[in-house]
């Protein structure tokens, strides 16, 4: 709320100016904006201020949004100022100059794709709590043997998450093979042939799925059981703008983070803003959590050596993720227009592009920080505590009965099935060569290995 002072001109600048220096920048807006309001306003606007920090921003942002050149003046020798300001947004810590109009280009991304996430306090003090330096001293003090044992182990649980979310039960093998390029995530460039190879590995059989972009149109939802016409919760990006919208999640993808844009927005706004275009036919959500991995390993913010299981803490969180998503789905709705086709589908009838280039990525980024958060601090040192007290418990049974590993499994597996207490059945069967004092010493000491129950 602001008082009647900061009452802004019923003007195009004067409305422009109060946006850009209350509310920030709205690229969305701004580019519908542009798209309406005659471009020789837009020139009449920075030649009665060149030299005005607002409207050398205006300029700046009309090309850029439109692809149009505008016949103003040069503003002479100004000092150059940001396109938008670091105190609303997450933007380049860099910047690459525009000479032509004397400013600083810090958006994270190019026109073909740039989300914009602001600074609330949920994220500042989120980023400000270094989750990367606090994973990188968790595994600083792991001994190496125990911490190859736990990436193997975060890197299933991840894999096999991803599938559950989908409610698909994968095969060991599939999550493995998953796994493994969930593993590979961040070592090579992103590129749309590369998501093609990935949405061909996570389908597996596509004898009844089209592989690579989609020719037609798509939806999230249901049909009508009696009609069998579509109800959509959400519809996906036309397929002519598939292309353009991948290329463009690419290039913000390198470019936000070689600029040093805070790495977990920019892992929320590629895989969100690659979920919400749907661009294949089937596979989107598996490669929208793989891309998560993606961005944070090629930014040196995860580990390279373990997976932060993101999947594992959305799959518990699973509401809140569905609530996420729809907070910017359901809305967009009303602005699509479409029809039903002959077989099911939808048809989308307007240009919806830069509803996908252009969305408000905040509520996905405070979403994605919240999960790293529980995974740095809850999965990976409960992993980490876990086999350590699995290799104290080992070290003890051995120190009373010589027995091989897998029956020291064995052993461990059903005294944490029946809380710490070796069952009749397992004391007549597997057991039965053991004393009492032998189940009791054993019992204690998995009782001192393992005082709380595991998590799940």
């Known amino acids: 709320m602001l008082t009647p002072r900061h009452r802004p001109d019923d003007t195009l600048a004067g409305q422009l100016e109060f946006a850009l220096k209350w509310e920030g920048v709205n690229l969305a807006v701004l580019r519908q904006l542009f798209l309406r309001v005659p471009a020789s306003d837009v ?18 942002l ?39 109009h004397r400013v600083t280009n810090n958006l994270p991304g190019p026109p073909a794709f740039c989300p914009l996430v602001l600074r609330t306090s949920e994220l500042e003090s989120l980023a400000a709590r270094r989750l990367d330096e606090q994973a990188r001293r968790i595994i600083g003090r792991t001994h190496p043997d125990v911490l190859a044992r736990a990436a193997a182990f ?3 649980k991840d894999s096999r998450a991803s599938f559950r979310i989908e409610d698909e039960q994968p095969s060991r093998d599939r999550a493995q093979r998953w796994g493994q390029a969930i ?89 969100f803003g690659f979920v919400y275009a749907h661009p294949f036919e089937d596979g989107n959500g598996r490669l929208h959590r793989w891309l998560i991995h993606h961005v944070l390993v090629d930014a040196q913010y995860s580990p390279r050596d373990v997976v932060f299981p993101i999947s594992a803490v959305i799959l518990r969180r699973l509401h809140e993720y569905r609530q996420v998503l729809e907070s910017y789905s359901k809305p967009l709705l009303q602005f699509i227009e479409w029809r039903p086709t002959e077989k099911g589908n939808v048809e989308v009838l307007n240009d919806t592009g830069d509803y996908y280039r252009y969305f408000d990525a905040t509520p996905h980024a405070e979403f994605l920080y919240r999960c790293v958060e529980e995974t740095v601090e809850r999965d990976l040192p409960e992993e980490v505590a876990y086999l350590e007290a699995y290799d104290r418990f080992t070290a003890g049974v051995q120190e009373v009965v010589d027995m091989p ?38 019992e204690q000491l998995f009782q001192r290995c393992f005082p709380e129950p595991e998590a799940t």
């Open 43 to 60: 020139a009449a606007m920075v030649t009665a201020t060149p030299t005005g920090a607002y409207a050398r921003r205006v300029w700046f």
């Open 62 to 100: 009309y090309e850029w949004l439109t692809g149009s050149t505008l016949d103003v003046p040069d503003p002479g020798a100004v000092r150059a100022v940001p396109v938008a300001d670091p105190k609303h947004h997450f933007v380049s810590v860099r910047g690459r100059p525009s000479p032509r």
């Open 154 to 156: 975060l890197l299933l």
């Open 183 to 271: 593993a590979h995530a961040g070592s090579t460039p992103l590129t749309i042939d590369e998501l093609e190879r990935l949405q061909k590995l996570v389908i597996g059989d596509d004898r009844f799925v089209e592989i690579g972009l989609r020719t037609g149109c798509g939806f999230v939802g249901e049909h009508d059981r009696f009609t069998q016409e579509p109800l959509p919760d959400h519809i996906s990006a036309r397929p002519d703008d598939l292309r353009s919208l991948l290329e463009g999640i690419a290039a913000y993808a390198e470019q936000a983070v070689a600029d040093g844009v805070d790495a977990v927005v920019v892992a929320a706004a590629v895989a």
């Open 405 to 442: 590993a897998r029956t020291v499994d064995l052993l461990h597996r059903f005294l944490r099935q029946n809380n710490g207490r070796l069952s009749k059945r397992a004391r007549a069967g597997e057991f039965a060569r053991l004393t009492d004092a032998e189940v009791a010493r054993f």
